[in-house]
Nanobody, 118 residues
Framework: QVQLVESGGGLVQTGGSLRLSCAVSGSIFSIYNMNWYRQAPGKQRELVASITSAGVTNYADSVKGRFTISRDNAKNTVFLQINSLKPDDTAVYSC????????????WGQGTQVTVSS
């Protein structure tokens, strides 16, 4: 059973920083591509950052320069460093592990709440 558990969310002021973590258990972490998504109330879920099994990263335009995704294969964990937080960043942040092909293994965490006060 593959499990993803996010942590690190919380309430921060505008301009603050957070580091989110997503710990993966039950499988070989290093083979998975990892994504961070967020969903704000009343909005569609948005892919904000990705890192492939090879370490190639990609970001949504809305977060470039402020968000950094990284992974530690020895710790089976993917991270999302979020700087210069804005109220618009308020959302539930979830991580996803997948192998990148239709019908393949695809796992999600429960999410962690990030709230940015103005």
């Amino acid at each position: 059973q593959v499990q993803l558990v996010e942590s690190g969310g919380g309430l921060v002021q505008t301009g603050g920083s957070l580091r989110l973590s997503c710990a993966v258990s039950g499988s070989i972490f290093s083979i998975y591509n990892m994504n961070w998504y967020r969903q704000a109330p009343g909005k569609q879920r948005e892919l904000v950052a990705s890192i492939t099994s090879a370490g190639v990263t990609n970001y949504a335009d809305s977060v470039k320069g402020r968000f950094t995704i990284s992974r530690d294969n020895a710790k089976n964990t993917v991270f999302l460093q979020i700087n210069s937080l804005k109220p618009d960043d308020t959302a539930v942040y979830s991580c996803r592990a997948h192998l990148g092909y239709p019908g393949g293994p695809d796992y999600w965490g429960q999410g962690t709440q990030v709230t940015v006060s103005s």
